[in-house]
T-cell receptor, first 110, second 116 residues
């Protein structure tokens, strides 16, 4: 079963704008990860944030984690048409299982 | 980081038949995971496959429907048995990647299954 919710379910922006996606989860986690999926293909790992971290950056990506609210956000700055994809948060439990959120479909218009 | 070869990439199958999906990893891994992604949906974990023991299935998935083999530390198969149109999905395997910089999970490219 899904661990949490993501919002928005769909997001459409213009190239150059920032995109923010949010993820909530239900139980204690080891870490939280974000993935990208292009057109129903395999997933690509974007970034990982551990439960004792609050913010992490990787290139144009910024991830925050609030364990008290059980929520995370992914910010993509200066978006490009190539960022068009589905984005999923996934929580990792101490058993090693990776459980996915519902996902956000991002469309970046040129 | 680990590289996974997943086969077949897609198939169209008749209802009532079975399909076996293979995943080959280029390094030894302890756990392999199998996911199902129904059309327009997120990924749902089917089971965790450990070498030398029976797979651990998630709620809603049973071994008779989705038998899994894990003969060694680099290979696993998932069979979708007695298929019906409701089994039309993308099936993906995954491993935890402890070798890469990102320390995430690596996924196969997926098997797009259509049952007619």
């Amino acid at each position: 079963s899904q661990q949490g919710e993501e919002d928005p379910q769909a997001l459409s922006i213009q190239e150059g704008e920032n995109a923010t996606m949010n993820c909530s989860y239900k139980t204690s986690i080891n870490n939280l990860q974000w993935y990208r999926q292009n057109s129903g293909r395999g997933l690509v790992h974007l970034i990982l944030i551990r439960s004792n971290e609050r913010e992490k950056h990787s290139g144009r990506l910024r991830v925050t984690l609030d364990t008290s609210k059980k929520s995370s956000s992914l910010l993509i700055t200066a978006s490009r048409a190539a960022d068009t994809a589905s984005y999923f948060c996934a929580t990792v439990f101490y058993t090693g299982k990776l459980i996915f959120g519902q996902g956000t479909t991002l469309q970046v218009k040129p | 980081s680990a590289v996974i070869s997943q086969k077949p990439s897609r198939d169209i199958c008749q209802r009532g038949t079975s399909l076996t999906i293979q995943c080959q990893v280029d390094s030894q891994v302890t756990m392999m995971f199998w996911y199902r992604q129904q059309p327009g949906q997120s990924l749902t974990l089917i089971a965790t496959a450990n070498q030398g023991s029976e797979a651990t299935y998630e709620s809603g998935f049973v071994i008779d429907k989705f038998p899994i083999s894990r003969p060694n530390l680099t290979f696993s198969t998932l069979t979708v048995s007695n298929m019906s149109p409701e089994d039309s999905s993308i099936y993906l395997c995954s491993v935890e990647d402890l070798s890469g910089v990102h320390y995430g999970y690596t996924f196969g490219s997926g098997t797009r299954l259509t049952v007619v």
